[in-house]
């Protein structure tokens, strides 16, 4: 008896590509919703219907609203769109006070308020998720510490402060007042305060004056 011929095999089902052309609008969605109702109201499902989007898509991309409020804050630093977050460069317009206050960026009170919210949403996931808080430091506060710690260091290599300076404490007190604003006073940084700060703590810590017209600024 004859044994059957054996079907050469077709060729292999490559499966279909995964198109992230609207990431940018889901993850947008996402910290509207996340803004809206905070973290512990807020759903995947949510994002889905504000984002018009299909529900199965946003599961496969995004298992948990943990890791889609993640990439949802990343692609708020890193492609800005008008009153979110931005790649933060850090100026430099030849002395330490003219690069801090040009780091403090004026926002309109709506987009303030939102920002805030969206904070506010991002601290109780980390209460929800503290294994998340290093992932969270990585996109948030080292970025803005990095800018702060190259005008520092800058400001040392001119000679307009001493080389003893504490660099990182330094950097960390703009990023600290902010999410101290946020967190206890639930009030968005305002630009007011931010230069209250670096003429009235900043400036004196590491032997400067603020020049007179200031408080005028």
């Not at 503290?130 to 080292?142: G, V």
């Not at 639930?186 to 630009?191: F, I, V």
Request: proline share 7%; net charge neutral.
């Amino acid at each position: 008896m004859t044994t059957p011929t054996a079907k050469p095999a077709g060729p292999s089902r490559v499966g279909r590509k995964r198109d992230h052309s609207r990431d940018p609008e889901i993850l947008e969605a996402a910290l509207d919703v996340l803004a809206e109702v905070g973290y512990e109201g807020m759903t995947v499902d949510m994002v889905a219907t504000r984002a018009k989007a299909g529900k199965a898509t946003l599961y496969r991309r995004w298992p948990s609203k943990a890791e889609l409020v993640i990439d949802a804050i990343a692609c708020m630093k890193q492609h800005p769109g008008p009153g979110q977050g931005q790649v933060f460069l850090p100026p430099d317009t030849g002395t330490l006070r003219g690069d801090l206050v040009a780091m403090v960026k004026p926002k309109a009170v709506s987009d303030s308020n939102r920002h805030l919210r969206i904070m506010l949403g991002v601290a109780s996931m980390i209460s929800a998720h503290p294994e998340l808080l290093e992932a969270i430091n990585d996109i948030m506060l080292r970025p803005r510490a990095s800018a702060y710690q190259t005008v520092f260091q800058r400001a040392i290599e001119r000679g307009e402060i001493e080389d003893g300076v504490d660099v990182e404490l330094m950097s960390s007190l703009g990023p600290a007042m902010g999410m101290f604003r946020a967190l206890y006073h639930q009030k968005a940084p305002s630009r007011e305060s931010m230069l209250r700060l670096i003429d009235h703590v900043i400036l004196p810590a590491v032997g400067l004056s603020a020049p007179v017209e200031s408080a005028h600024e």
